[in-house]
């Protein structure tokens, strides 16, 4: 038969099972609020509401049946051919003149009028069923294969290496060309493909279904199938994904969500040798490492404190841009971090995971943080290094130039932090733990010295069990201790 017929018998057929169905829905008024995480951007909206068997559907009213009946086939028939598990999904579907953007939140799909026979939506609506941490390529893999059956517009599978190795990842950004290029978001949807039609042929269908709802089955199965193609890779357990109108995109992991602003950048990006143009908006590889790093480094935090518990429903906002210079901070009732400027994180994130004795006083707080933020925080102390490998020759910063003098190499706070800010202590005369977070570090380091990170630790955040001196003692200590042992440096009066 002519491959033209074929096609058109098969949409006649598809688009039969289809209409029995779509003739007179009806719809009901339904008052809608749509908002954003940190209420960044948010609307209210009357919508017309239809429930079918699968799905409830929200639409804005200037949106034409034909389009409206167009999405709820798609979807339903979807949503009918599987075992789809519980999971009732909302679509709310807005005019591209209202909201031209994606946003996916506790099986609810936002999104504006779109291409509805096509991967990119089935991706979506499995995304609302499965989650928004799901892995994306699986996902879109596995929608991709639904369109070829449908003989929608897909992309046929084919092992191919991509550019970058991350790209590998298959994660949401590695579909961007924003974050990679076009060749290899091209190479990540055909290994996508690959990669499903691989494991359906091996495995079966049922068994593929356990990937769309376990990231970390995904992860594992792709894994094998990179060693099966003669490649040693383990694929990223950070998942990316939509952002909706005021997130470039959102980061998933154990540790906290993170909320990239459109156009979020850092506030210190001058001082930061870390940050490159266009940083989290561009380059995988680097956004990768970024957020690699720094959950890498809160892991860290977590085993080092060794509280009894963590509540890891952590919101890490990098908010819109704005003109004034503002400080980072954590919001302990909303337990969010609002982060300008990257060099912060590790410090915040040390209050979100202390913040529950809210009573302490300066040095117990700001201190603890800023001297335990020197242990993991490669972005933190890159921007150190080089404001302190740079400091002017002005009197009041002598004692920064005797030390490097005396240590004869530049300056690596990784190593140095102690030092420096005992030097720094001496220099200013400085004698209460609780006049800034310099003291307050340096006094928190002695103690360390005296008892241990372990008593320190607890005495301040644990069972609060005290340690063997007064407060009044341990702080005449401290002041002896540096005046004894910093005499070589100068004095700044
Ligand atoms: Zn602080």
Redesign the pocket.
């Known amino acids: 038969m002519n491959r033209k017929i074929t096609l058109f018998l098969l949409s006649v057929m598809f688009l039969l099972t289809v209409c029995a169905c779509s003739a007179n829905r009806s719809y009901v008024s339904a008052d809608v609020t749509y908002s954003e995480p940190t209420a960044q951007y948010a609307f209210r909206l009357n919508m017309d509401y239809h429930e079918t068997e699968h799905a409830k559907y929200y639409f804005e009213p200037s949106i034409e049946n034909k389009e409206r009946n167009a999405c709820i086939d798609v979807t339903d028939n979807l949503l009918s051919s599987q075992s789809f598990g519980d999971v009732i999904p909302e679509i709310y579907i807005f005019s591209k003149e209202r909201y031209d953007y994606q946003y996916i939140s506790d099986h609810k799909l936002y999104s504006s009028i779109q291409v509805w026979k096509s991967a990119a939506y089935i991706t979506d609506v499995l995304l609302t069923v499965y989650g928004e941490k799901s892995h994306y390529g699986t996902v879109f893999g596995y929608a991709n294969a639904i369109a070829q059956s449908q003989k929608w517009d897909a992309y046929d599978g084919k092992f191919s290496k991509p550019t970058a190795e991350d790209i590998l990842d298959l994660s949401y950004l590695c579909f961007d060309e924003a974050f990679v290029s076009s060749d290899d978001v091209i190479a990540a949807k055909e290994l996508s493909c690959a990669f499903v039609d691989a494991y359906i042929k091996q495995y079966g269908e049922q068994s593929f279904m356990q990937l769309l709802s376990s990231t970390a089955n995904a992860l594992e199965a792709l894994a094998l199938y990179y060693a099966e193609n003669g490649i040693t890779y383990t694929p990223s357990a950070v998942q990316y994904g939509h952002g909706g109108k005021s997130y470039d995109y959102l980061v998933y992991s154990d540790y906290g969500t993170f909320y990239i602003a459109n156009d979020w950048v850092d506030l210190l990006a001058d001082l930061n040798p870390l940050v490159t143009d266009g940083f989290l908006h561009t380059d995988y590889s680097n956004t990768k490492a970024f957020f690699e790093t720094n959950l890498k480094q809160m892991k860290q935090y977590q085993d080092l404190f060794a509280l009894d518990h963590y509540n890891n429903d952590l919101e890490i906002v990098f908010p819109k841009s704005i003109s004034a210079s503002n400080n980072s901070?954590?919001h302990g009732i909303d337990h969010r971090i609002y982060l300008y400027n990257v060099d912060s994180l590790m410090?915040?994130y040390i209050?979100s995971l202390t913040v529950m004795k809210s009573t302490m006083s300066g040095w117990k707080?700001?201190g603890f943080?800023?001297y335990f933020s020197y242990y993991y925080d490669l972005y933190g102390i890159a921007m150190l290094n080089q404001d302190y490998n740079n400091t002017p020759n002005i009197p009041e910063l002598q004692h920064i130039h005797e030390y490097s003098a005396n240590i004869n190499r530049p300056i690596d706070i990784a190593k140095d932090y102690s030092e420096l800010e005992n030097i720094v202590v001496y220099s200013r005369s400085w004698t209460s733990p609780d006049e800034n977070?310099i003291t307050g570090s340096s006094f928190v380091q002695y103690l360390v010295k005296q008892y241990g990170e372990a008593d320190v630790i607890n005495f301040i955040f644990g069972d609060e069990e005290p340690l063997p001196k007064t407060y009044r003692e341990l702080v005449k200590e401290w002041n002896e201790y540096i005046e004894s042992n910093y005499q070589t440096y100068s004095k700044y009066k």
Request: aromatic content about 30%; hydrophobic content about 10%.
């Open positions: 901070y954590y410090h915040e209050h707080t700001e943080a800023r977070y």
